[in-house]
């Protein structure tokens, strides 16, 4: 079983950054690839970013290449997600998940979720 918890979310400015965290808690937490998604009102859960075990792969959306980066401190069994350049249409409740799979981009592969973290971009 892994607990996630995620944090770093609130209100920026358009152009603005944010650094959301999820702190994972459990047996072999270190042993997930970890990814991040996001969901707006009226809108399905999507793919933002993940991370593979060791950090050495990621993957991004389209949306945010360029933009977000993912990154992991197992020692601290910590994901990060550093998000630059915000747009308006970045605002969404964020998730972290866990995947006992290698990566991962389709929901249904995570075995694990965080509560969310709000992020909200104002123009």
């Known amino acids: 079983q892994v607990q996630l918890v995620e944090s770093g979310g609130g209100l920026v400015q358009a152009g603005g950054s944010l650094r959301l965290s999820c702190e994972a808690s459990?047996?072999?937490?270190?042993?997930?690839?970890m990814g991040w998604f996001r969901q707006a009102p009226g809108k399905e859960r999507a793919f933002v970013a993940s991370?593979?075990?060791?950090?050495?792969?990621?993957y991004y959306a389209v949306s945010v290449k360029g933009r977000f980066t993912v990154s992991r401190d197992n020692a601290k069994n910590t994901v990060y997600l550093q998000m630059n350049s915000l747009k308006p249409e970045d605002t969404a409740v964020y998730y972290c998940?866990?995947?006992?799979?290698?990566?991962?981009?389709?929901?249904?592969?995570?075995?694990?979720w965080g509560q969310g973290t709000q992020v909200t971009v104002s123009s």
């Open positions: 998940a866990a995947t006992r799979s290698s990566s991962g981009t389709l929901v249904r592969e995570y075995d694990y």
């Open positions: 459990g047996r072999s937490s270190n042993a997930y690839a």
């Open positions: 991370i593979s075990r060791n950090g050495g792969n990621t």
